[in-house]
């Protein structure tokens, strides 16, 4: 079974500039999370969907963050602009609606804002 | 939310068990305990959670106080590929609409061959 996929894996970018990140969730699993994870800290939760909706945004910065999961599978996550304080790992994870036991994260994309 | 105090590091030998200890003095009647690991340059990965009894699974044994304020992970034999940064998180089980993950710093296990 393939698991959650993310792309970019790497992504450099120099501050005031947009950047997207995109996530395809293990197929069936119709909850799916986006976190941050600063250097030497657990990920935090930015948001979570079930299906199209999303039920928790109340940690992303909605100045510059925003994230749409338009079909209820795939998600983008994107900042426009990008600070310094950005740089992070961007984990998405899907799992089974109302298993909130067991959730399942991608590699995620590693951000360098310049 | 509940929070849970691990040790920030530990050392373990090939093979050896590894006991991973998380307190968690202020929990609740509700709260689910998790475990989880990160391995190097990966995401997260669900390890074991239990309530009041002690749980097994393929990769770890999970063992519970009577008071529920602290646990214990256990892994049997440690390997090479055990090496991580493992998390104790609290979740309660009636959270609702904020039912989420809350991710400390965890104990970054390093084992010796």
């Known amino acids: 079974e393939a698991g959650v996929v993310q792309s970019p894996r790497y992504k450099i970018i120099e501050k005031k500039q947009p950047v997207a990140f995109w996530c395809n969730p293990i197929?069936?699993?119709?909850?799916l999370y986006w976190y941050r994870q600063n250097l030497g800290q657990g990920p935090e939760l930015l948001i979570r969907y079930e299906n199209e909706e999303a039920v928790d945004d109340s940690q992303l910065p909605k100045d510059r963050f925003s994230a749409e999961r338009l079909k209820g599978v795939d998600s983008t996550l994107k900042i426009q602009p990008a600070e310094l304080g950005d740089s992070a790992v961007y984990l998405c994870?899907?799992?089974?609606?109302?298993?909130?036991?067991?959730?399942?994260f991608g590699p995620g994309t590693r951000l360098t804002v310049l | 939310d509940a929070k849970t105090t691990q040790p920030n590091s530990m050392e373990s030998n090939e093979e050896e068990p590894v006991h991973l200890p998380c307190n968690h003095s202020t929990i609740s009647g509700t709260d689910y305990i998790h475990w989880y690991r990160q391995l190097p340059s990966q995401g997260p990965e669900y390890v074991i959670h239990g309530l009041t009894s002690n749980v097994n699974n393929r990769m770890a044994s999970l063992a519970i106080a009577e008071d529920r304020k602290s646990s214990t992970l256990i892994l049997h034999r440690a390997t090479l590929r055990d090496a991580a940064v493992y998390y104790c998180?609290?979740?309660?089980?009636?959270?609702?609409?904020?039912?989420?993950?809350?991710f400390g710093t965890g104990t970054l296990l390093a084992v010796q061959p």
């Open positions: 994870a899907s799992s089974v609606t109302g298993n909130y036991n067991e959730q399942f």
């Open positions: 197929s069936g699993h119709n909850t």
């Open positions: 998180i609290l979740r309660d089980r009636y959270g609702g609409a904020t039912n989420k993950l809350i």
